[in-house]
């Protein structure tokens, strides 16, 4: 099992920045992507972002380029997401995504976080 904890979401004005952070523990294995995605009210789940821990291998999705960065600290299983330029339309809840032995154009990941919330206001 690999529990997963999301932190770093909260209230933030149009242009603003965030940062989130996903802890990964229990059985995580050398080899793992880790991804973050987002859900609005009312909409699908979206993918955001992936990184793989062997390579620093990173995708995104067409939203997030240019504004998003997602990185790793392997010493600490810990993925990241910086946020800039932030818009309304990033507002959702924001969920870590963690698979064992994937690549990062998975979209297929097998333990999720609990999600955090993200809000830009206008």
């Known amino acids: 099992q690999v529990q997963l904890v999301e932190s770093g979401g909260g209230l933030v004005q149009v242009g603003g920045s965030l940062r989130l952070s996903c802890a990964a523990s229990g059985r995580t294995a050398s080899n793992y992507v880790m991804g973050w995605f987002r859900q609005a009210p009312g909409k699908e789940r979206e993918f955001v972002a992936a990184?793989?821990?062997?390579?620093?291998?990173?995708s995104y999705a067409d939203s997030a380029k240019g504004r998003f960065t997602i990185s790793r600290d392997n010493a600490k299983n810990t993925v990241y997401l910086q946020m800039n330029s932030l818009k309304p339309e990033d507002t959702a809840v924001y969920y870590c995504?963690?698979?064992?032995?994937?690549?990062?154009?998975?979209?297929?990941?097998?333990?999720w976080g609990q999600g955090t919330q993200v809000t830009v206001s206008s």
């Open positions: 990184i793989s821990r062997s390579d620093g291998s990173t």
């Open positions: 995504a963690f698979r064992r032995f994937g690549i990062v154009l998975t979209r297929q990941y097998d333990y």
